[in-house]
């Protein structure tokens, strides 16, 4: 590939970044929130980890391409319900946020998938316990009428695979 072609795939995941961080910020999720559900999966493993060291995961997370579509993708979809511009049954399995549904996780899997198998682990915990944010997310979207159908999955699968990247990066 030759150098200019690289610089503009770069250009073009740097403004990608900077649209995912718009959206969420629009539905109300910051990227110290992620940062923060991050350092929950880490605490217990690496008791000194910094915040800074948290968000500047969050942030190379974010920077990847596959997570950058996944989280495009779900965000709309979310909107789109909420807008009313999908049809039945698909609106209102997602408006309701129904639980055999299955594809907002598998569409956060993308996410968690890569940085490896403890991505996956992380993910499942997190998806069960809803701390921070996710659980903000999840009631805020049953008490305003909302969709975070995808959000809140999107979210958990950020924050574990900075959680992965982590365990990765200080593996002994």
């Known amino acids: 590939m030759n150098e ?4 503009e795939n770069r250009l073009n ?3 990608k970044y900077d649209i995912v961080v718009k ?3 629009e539905r109300g999720v910051e990227l110290k929130d992620i940062a923060e559900l991050t350092l929950g999966l880490q605490r217990q493993y690496l008791p000194n ?8 995961h969050v942030k190379k ?6 997570v950058q579509n996944a989280a495009l993708t779900g965000i709309e979809l979310d909107v789109l319900a909420e807008k009313g511009l999908l049809s039945e049954p698909l609106a209102s399995m ?3 946020d129904y639980g055999l549904y299955g594809v907002d996780e598998v569409l956060a899997l993308a996410i968690v998938n890569v940085y490896g198998s403890i991505g996956f682990t992380n993910f ?3 998806d069960k316990l809803k701390p921070g944010i996710i659980g903000i997310i999840d009631k805020k979207g049953k008490d305003e009428g909302k969709c975070h159908t995808f ?3 999107i979210i958990g699968a950020i924050a574990a695979a900075a959680a992965s990247s982590i365990a990765h990066r200080f593996a002994e």
């Open 49 to 56: 980890l910094a915040y800074e060291d948290a968000l500047e």
């Open 61 to 66: 997370v974010i920077m990847k391409r596959e």
């Open 94 to 96: 997602l408006l309701n």
């Open 23 to 25: 959206r969420l910020q």
């Open 124 to 126: 499942g915990y997190i």
């Open 151 to 153: 959000l809140d999955d």
């Open 13 to 15: 995941d740097t403004k």
């Open 4 to 7: 200019q072609r690289i610089e």
